[in-house]
């Protein structure tokens, strides 16, 4: 199987469950790439950084094939999304220079404790209780869907700036969406309801996708002759999540995600040792 082949069809499942839970896909690319073409020699050109740089180069159209299905439901909270955007753009763009410095030991070492950090915080986040203080103290938004169901929730603003900036800057470091960080965020401290969350979510993975992948095209870590397998398995991967997230169970989904996130956590980790 040729190496674009391969990437074609890692990008196509990153795709699916980055838009079907809100994660951006990154979370599946990068430990796939770092397996299949690093640790098994399919792809001796690649390296963490340019790992990376095509991740978040496949995020943009991830997020962008996502957000338009979503746009058509009318649950994409675009103001909020740009206010997080705001944190974010600093975030992404000191993730992608630290990111620079990291070997391939250190990269599987940090990445795999960030895997098994976002499936604790999966199988925790479904028995927190919702917060209210942020929308009680914050500013508070109101959103109606394509339903006719009106939605109120808030968060105060230099909060939200603050928490994106500091989960972009994982984005900017590991290439993943900040999905599985900020979504969790959205539901429980500031009550988003959950479709609002996930189609807000990638309408920010876009927005943030676009300016982590300049830092990256900067540090010249974008393999170029991977980006059209990656982008067109990205794009149909992404409109296949958003309408598979309207009928499955995504309860489901995320067990899934949780137990995978913890495999690939641990072997991550394990071969940064070995």
């Not at 838009?19 to 299949?36: D, R, S």
């Not at 109606?144 to 603003?157: A, C, E, V």
Request: with cysteine; proline share 4%.
């Amino acid at each position: 199987m040729t190496a674009a082949l391969l990437i074609i069809i890692f990008a196509i499942f990153s795709g699916i469950v980055g838009a079907l839970v809100g994660l951006g896909g990154g979370i599946i690319l990068v430990p796939a790439l770092l397996y299949f073409g690093i640790s098994q020699g399919l792809m001796s050109d690649l390296t963490p950084q340019r790992i990376v740089g095509l991740s978040v180069v496949m995020m943009i159209f991830t997020g962008l094939s996502s957000t338009l299905a979503y746009m058509k439901s009318k649950t994409v909270d675009y103001k909020s999304g740009f206010i997080f955007f705001i944190g974010s753009i600093p975030g992404v763009m000191l993730g992608a220079a630290v990111n620079r410095v990291m070997d391939v030991p250190s990269f599987e070492l940090y990445f795999g404790i960030l895997m098994i950090i976002l499936s604790i915080i999966l199988i925790v986040r479904d028995r927190l209780k919702p917060v209210n203080w942020f929308v009680e103290h914050g500013t508070k938004r109101t959103i109606t869907d394509s339903d006719g169901h009106t939605y109120t929730y808030g968060y105060p603003i230099w909060f939200a700036i603050l928490a994106s900036f500091i989960i972009s800057f994982a984005s900017g470091l590991f290439g993943i969406g900040g999905g599985s960080m900020i979504v969790p965020m959205m539901l429980i401290l500031f009550l988003f309801p959950a479709h609002v969350a996930v189609a807000t979510s990638m309408f920010l993975v876009f927005l943030t996708s676009i300016v982590n992948s300049g830092a990256h095209w900067y540090f010249d870590h974008i393999p170029w002759h991977y980006v059209i397998p990656v982008v067109i398995g990205a794009m149909i991967g992404g409109k296949l999540g958003a309408e598979l997230n309207k009928r499955l169970n995504s309860k489901t989904v995320v067990l899934c995600l949780r137990v995978m996130l913890l495999l690939m956590g641990i072997r991550s980790i394990v071969s940064s040792i070995l």
